[in-house]
């Protein structure tokens, strides 16, 4: 075979090559590839799914391909595209062997669309410095010589990019992030922290909420406050998951309806959601039910604060300094007052 109708045919390998893997990417983004892709779908490339990434790369490489059809340099630019997405594949081939460990076949499938068209790139580069070589032309054998090393720069390259940018994303643990910023109030970026562990059948924790609503506005404008169901009593599994849904989705009211729940909680150990309806109404919003796992995450949230603080009665007021990790805990009626949570921010903001 002639080179020139060979260099046709891995242009056309090339391209077809190409074509299929954008294919692929789009029968990945679908998921409606095997139970084996499911955990490749929580890996990314700086940040973007591997079948967004995959698809931003195939589609502007069609249109480069389409224009090289009658320049060279664009040819030339496209091999070494090919070549770092070839070290790139690698990288992800081995993310799958080493840290996955499961093989998903749309995946491997993509990698082999890569390395077949970045093979037909270097079996192009091969035809052409025998080329050189037979012709004797020494700037030509330069050329050639320079455009090899830096194709395989290039495949380096990809594979490094691959290797710092390749990141595993647990939608479980974002999940859980979301849900610990939507329950909290105040100052979400400062590094102080007040977490009021409260029980809603606790007789002492109905003396403290009547103090509450007056001094955690100087809370807020100072630290990040959460309120904290630490279920003592069981009745407070039972309005909890109203009380999270006022905290995530009316906190401009919250403070009114959570004394609301407070004085419904004296003598309804189990509320319907028709009389909490009725409670939010009264304040002028309409209520609205969570879904099952974001109660549940809130739960799971709750339970791993007061493991952490090793919280064991209520009220328990918590102030922490995230940075310095230094603390202090306020117990009971008596302790839990204005001045002292004011007091223990101002000691642990000042802390160096």
């Not at 589609?59 to 770092?84: E, S």
């Not at 993509?110 to 410095?129: D, H, K, Q, T």
């Not at 150990?269 to 039910?289: C, F, L, N, R, S």
């Not at 339970?303 to 918590?318: D, H, I, R």
Request: glycine share 6%; charged share 20%; with cysteine.
């Amino acid at each position: 075979m002639r080179p020139t109708t060979a260099r046709n045919w891995l242009y056309g390998i090339s391209v077809l090559a190409t074509v299929a893997g954008l294919i692929l990417s789009a029968v990945s983004w679908l998921r409606v590839c095997t139970e084996a892709c499911s955990e490749v779908h929580n890996w990314q490339l700086w940040g973007l799914p591997f079948e967004t990434a995959g698809a931003l790369f195939f589609i502007p490489l069609l249109i480069l391909l389409g224009m090289a059809w009658h320049n060279k340099w664009i040819m030339t630019l496209c091999g070494f595209l090919f070549a770092a997405a070839a070290g790139a594949e690698l990288k992800f081939v081995l993310v799958q062997k080493y840290q996955i460990g499961a093989w998903c076949p749309v995946c491997l499938t993509i990698a082999s669309c890569i390395f077949i068209a970045a093979g037909a790139f270097v079996i192009r580069y091969i035809l052409e410095w025998k080329e050189n070589m037979t012709q004797g032309s020494k700037p030509d054998f330069i050329k050639s010589i320079t455009k090899g090393f830096t194709g395989l720069s290039m495949f380096l390259l990809g594979f490094l990019i691959a290797a710092v940018g390749t990141t595993h994303f647990d939608p479980l643990a974002a999940a859980e992030n979301t849900i610990r910023d939507s329950v909290a109030f105040g100052q979400k970026d400062s590094p102080i922290e007040v977490y009021i562990f409260t029980d809603w059948a606790c007789p002492a924790c109905r003396e403290v909420e009547k103090d509450l609503e007056k001094f955690a506005p100087q809370i807020m404008a100072k630290a990040r406050l959460t309120f904290v169901d630490h279920a003592v009593h069981t009745e407070t599994l039972n309005y909890s998951p109203y009380n999270v849904s006022f905290m995530i989705k009316d906190k401009p009211q919250y403070f009114k309806l959570r004394e609301a729940l407070t004085h419904w909680a004296l003598t309804h150990p189990t509320p319907t959601d028709e009389q909490v309806e009725k409670i939010a109404k009264e304040q002028g919003i309409k209520y609205e039910q969570l879904n099952f796992a974001d109660i549940a995450l809130s739960q799971k949230y709750f339970k791993q604060l007061a493991t952490q603080f090793s919280v064991k009665q209520t009220p328990t007021v918590v102030i922490i300094n995230t940075k310095t990790k230094k603390g202090k805990k306020l117990i009971g009626v008596d302790e839990i007052t204005e001045s002292n949570v004011m007091k223990a921010i101002d000691s642990l903001k000042d802390t160096k």
